[in-house]
Each structure stands twice: as structure tokens, then as C-alpha cells.
Nanobody, 123 residues
Framework: QVQLVESGGDLVQPGGSLRLSCAAS????????MGWYRQGPGKERELVAE???????NYADSVKGRFTISRDNAKNTVYLQMNSLKPEDTAVYYC?????????????????WGQGTLVTVSS
């Protein structure tokens, strides 16, 4: 199976920065896309940023120019550098990975979610 473990959420003042990390582990053969989603209070979960294995990145319009996604494929880890944070960035941030893993003797496509890490932007 595949597990995702996130870290880096915290309370930060407006204008501040945070870096989220998400490490994938398990019987992983390959990882296609890895990304970050968020769910703010009373809102639906939305895509923040995602990156394919070849380094192509896609960002939500609301975070372009402020957030940067990166990957370390050797470590099966994805990062989200968040700068110029705003109160409206407050949310639980979830890591997502689309993987091929070895399960019960067969290669399986598995999409996995992390447990979420809370980012609070407030003065």
C-alpha cells in the first residue's frame, strides 16, 4: 500500500511564509502527479497546485506568484512553498499522489490522500 505523511502546517501572520512537505512511502513503483489541495472553513476542497513526474506544474489562480510546488522524485516527496500568505489561505491542506504500487502481487493504480495539515493565517 501507499501512505502519505504531511508536515509543516502552522499559525502564521499575514504576509508570512510556510513550507509544507509530503512524503509518500510503501510499495511504490512510480508516482505520476503529486499535488496539494485545500479545504477552508465552509468551503469545498480545491486544487492548490500539482506537479507531474516530468516537472510540469499547475496552480490555482488564487496562488499563482505566491506559492511554488516542487518535488524530490528520489525521496517521493512534494513540497509547497507558500509566501505572502493571506487570511483567505487559511485551510486544511491535503497532499495527493497518483501512484502505481505493488499490491498482492500485481501492479495497481492507487490514488492516495494525506491526513491534512492545518494552515492558519491570522494576526
Amino acid at each position: 500500500q501507499v501512505q502519505l505523511v504531511e508536515s509543516g502546517g502552522d499559525l502564521v501572520q499575514p504576509g508570512g511564509s510556510l513550507r509544507l512537505s509530503c512524503a509518500a512511502s510503501g510499495s511504490i513503483l512510480s508516482i505520476d502527479a503529486m499535488g496539494w489541495y485545500r479545504q477552508g472553513p465552509g468551503k469545498e476542497r480545491e486544487l492548490v497546485a500539482e506537479m507531474t513526474s516530468d516537472g510540469s506544474a499547475n496552480y490555482a489562480d488564487s496562488v499563482k506568484g505566491r506559492f511554488t510546488i516542487s518535488r524530490d522524485n528520489a525521496k517521493n516527496t512534494v513540497y509547497l512553498q507558500m509566501n505572502s500568505l493571506k487570511p483567505e489561505d487559511t485551510a486544511v491542506y491535503y497532499c495527493n499522489a497518483q501512484t502505481v504500487a505493488r499490491v498482492a502481487g500485481a501492479n495497481r493504480y492507487l490514488e492516495r490522500w494525506g491526513q491534512g495539515t492545518l494552515v492558519t493565517v491570522s494576526s
